[in-house]
């Protein structure tokens, strides 16, 4: 048990890095695999490769999670930790289309995206970035929480310049939101823009607001980065 436990766990051995490498080539595969499905007209051939594709696949990853699982030193907490819980998560899909009508399944299927996620458990790059964003969640959350009133407040300014000249365009708060959220995110569309000297002015505004709104999670997380990256070389 213990040579297996550092073949699955172990990244800086021979066999680990080989492990490492299969899974990630797999997961890679099964991705293409799952935006290969989409295709229109697909022949009856391809379907049944596929199909047999991501047998295999969960088939590998199913295998990958109870090993995992059985060699960890503390079960339970494996079982619901991140990488744990993205582990299930990329198998559970196939099991719970199982049996169902089949005009079910392709909401399961789109669960199987969650297989992404498992690059990050053999990427240190991806790893230290998680680390950076457990450092940095707090202060996260409130610019969230500070970016969430702030495009209410966006919304009902716009409405209040513009709901007279645009009645049809902006015609509630809610209709505003979309602009708010183009707008604080400097994305800017178009498709919904001020025509009064009263909006425009609140537009130029909030551009002026947006443009914090972007750089401020950016060095949340560069500094949170750094301090991830100090935390590995001590």
């Not at 059985?70 to 991140?82: G, I, N, P």
């Not at 025509?195 to 914090?212: K, P, S, Y």
Request: hydrophobic share 55%.
């Amino acid at each position: 048990m213990p040579r297996i436990k550092d073949f699955v766990e172990r990244s800086d051995t021979a066999t680990g890095r080989f492990f490492d490498l299969c899974i990630q080539s797999l997961i890679v595969l099964s991705l293409i695999s799952f935006s290969v499905e989409t295709l229109p007209n697909l022949s009856p051939n391809w379907e049944h490769y596929l199909s047999v594709f991501e047998v295999v696949t969960v088939a590998v990853f199913t295998i990958e999670y109870i090993v995992r699982l059985c060699v960890a030193d503390k079960k339970l907490a494996f079982a619901t930790s991140f990488f744990g819980i993205i582990d299930f998560l990329a198998i559970v899909p196939f099991y719970l289309s199982l049996g169902i009508d089949l005009r079910s399944v392709r909401a399961f299927r789109l669960l199987r995206l969650f297989r992404m996620f498992k690059l990050v458990r053999y990427s240190k790059a991806m790893q230290r970035f998680h680390r950076a964003f457990l450092i940095a969640r707090e202060e996260l959350v409130l610019f969230l929480f500070v970016t969430m009133i702030l495009l209410y407040l966006a919304a009902v300014g716009i409405y209040h310049f513009e709901h007279e000249a645009q009645p049809d365009t902006f015609a509630s708060v809610f209709h505003g939101l979309w602009w708010a959220v183009a707008t604080l995110t400097t994305v800017g569309y178009g498709d919904v823009c001020p025509v009064t000297v009263g909006g425009r002015i609140f537009t130029f505004a909030i551009l002026l607001i947006g443009l914090g709104v972007v750089s401020v999670p950016a060095g949340l997380l560069a500094s949170a980065l750094s301090k991830a990256r100090d935390m590995e070389t001590e």
